[in-house]
């Protein structure tokens, strides 16, 4: 959905691949932060930031969720970085039907990086607090932007549902679901 252009702060996490040494502080940090209840747990199949490893040539990539997709991406570019190629997949914080990377492990809905921001909001996000090593920096800058009517987290689950199984599929569950529940009232 199309805004129109305002000034806005823009949060982002800047990453320094030449200091991050793969050590999942911060995967691990925003898996317990997002767990429910909130720090009851680390799993991080759930973490909204995930680092990519190459262990034989001492490589890590910390990579952020993004937006849901319905489809791959069309283009698949190949990087190279210190002679090993990699496939542009490889760095994509987009969750996809084509990769389990940043869905939930239970429900297969989508994850997205919420920078944090939830009650009680952080000064910044906790990957950031945790990354010993300063790899991952916080920055809060004003941009011009064009504003788009954000999806809240029900909305962007109920839209994954849709896409995955249509709407007809997902009115009759909801139907089922509410007379299964009225009748237990």
Request: aromatic fraction near 6%; include cysteine; glycine fraction near 4%.
């Amino acid at each position: 959905m199309k805004g129109e252009l305002t000034k806005k702060k823009v949060k982002r996490i800047k990453v320094d691949l030449d200091k991050c040494n793969g050590c999942r502080a911060c995967e691990l940090v925003c898996s317990a932060f997002h767990a429910k209840p909130r720090y009851s747990s680390i799993n991080p199949a759930r973490s909204r930031i995930r680092v990519v490893t190459d262990e034989i040539n001492d490589e890590y990539v910390p990579i952020r969720s993004t937006d849901y997709t319905k489809a791959a991406c069309d283009g698949r570019r190949v990087y190279t970085i210190k002679g090993k190629e990699y496939s542009e997949c490889s760095f994509c914080g987009t969750v996809c039907p084509t990769r389990d990377l940043f869905k939930d492990p239970d429900s297969g809905l989508p994850l997205k990086c919420d920078l944090c921001e939830d009650d009680p909001p952080q000064k910044e996000p906790l990957c950031v607090q945790a990354c010993s090593l300063n790899a991952l920096t916080y920055e809060e800058m004003e941009e011009e932007v064009e504003e788009e009517k954000k999806l809240s987290e029900m909305e962007l689950g109920l839209k994954s549902l849709v896409d995955r199984y249509g709407v007809e599929k997902l009115k009759d569950s909801l139907a089922r679901i509410s007379k299964k529940h009225s009748c237990r009232d």
